[in-house]
T-cell receptor
Framework: AQKVTQAQTEISVVEKEDVTLDCVYE???????LFWYKQPPSGELVFLIR??????QNEISGRYSWNFQKSTSSFNFTITASQVVDSAVYFC????????????????FGQGTILTVHP | EPEVTQTPSHQVTQMGQEVILRCVPI?????FYWYRQILGQKVEFLVS????????KSEIFDDQFSVERPDGSNFTLKIRSTKLEDSAMYFC????????????FGDGTRLSIL
């Protein structure tokens, strides 16, 4: 069964600090997909980044970067030079391909990390 | 940019009543989902829908729940006889083909059972 763990319940930083959100996943599937979503105080879920299990190349997109390591089953997300508007709950999510491609893409979410950025 | 829309934003219902939550997915999307989030907890998968039928459902999605895509644009979640524990935020999501495509979520419907 797939599982996602976000061990950090809450993180508090001061504006302009860098912050890394940790995510560890469990899956028996060899093909899977990882996502990060943001949930601001207004409540909606906003897609941020994604990675598939075949691509361990880490990337930077603006102030966001991510570190995917299959060896440790981790998919960590970093915000550089944090801003007050980054304050939100961040969810890591996993989707499996399923045996024979049988999965229809349901997402399994972690518990979320509450990020507070202080001015 | 196209988006998933959900109505109503907040629904208050007496326990035991039926409730229908409505969603309009993004028009060229093929896969549709419902999730729920009990206050302060993680987002949980309820059901996926593809090619006009349920493709996968969780243990939460029991006989009290049903989904429909009645007219090719709306996607509804019905709870037949609501319980107090059904109080939660319900999110609709949709995506195009390919599991690597991200799911796009609506703003959610907050369901309060009294």
């Amino acid at each position: 069964a797939q599982k996602v763990t976000q061990a950090q319940t809450e993180i508090s930083v001061v504006e302009k600090e860098d912050v890394t959100l940790d995510c560890v996943y469990e899956t028996r599937d060899t093909t899977y997909y990882l996502f990060w979503y943001k949930q601001p105080p207004s409540g909606e879920l906003v897609f941020l980044i994604r990675r598939n299990s075949f691509d361990e190349q880490n990337e930077i997109s603006g102030r966001y970067s991510w570190n995917f390591q299959k060896s440790t089953s981790s998919f960590n997300f970093t915000i550089t030079a944090s801003q007050v508007v980054d304050s939100a709950v961040y969810f890591c999510a996993l989707s499996e391909r399923g045996a024979g491609g049988t999965s229809y893409g349901k997402l399994t979410f972690g518990q979320g990390t509450i990020l507070t950025v202080h001015p | 940019e196209p988006e998933v829309t959900q109505t109503p934003s907040h629904q208050v219902t007496q326990m035991g009543q039926e409730v229908i939550l409505r969603c309009v997915p993004i028009s060229n999307h093929l896969y549709f989902y419902w999730y729920r989030q009990i206050l302060g907890q993680k987002v949980e998968f309820l059901v996926s829908f593809y090619n006009n039928e349920i493709s996968e459902k969780s243990e939460i999605f029991d006989d009290q729940f049903s989904v429909e895509r009645p007219d090719g644009s709306n996607f509804t979640l019905k709870i037949r006889s609501t319980k107090l524990e059904d109080s939660a935020m319900y999110f609709c999501a949709s995506r195009t083909g390919g599991r690597f495509q991200p799911q796009h979520f609506g703003d959610g419907t907050r369901l309060s059972i009294l």
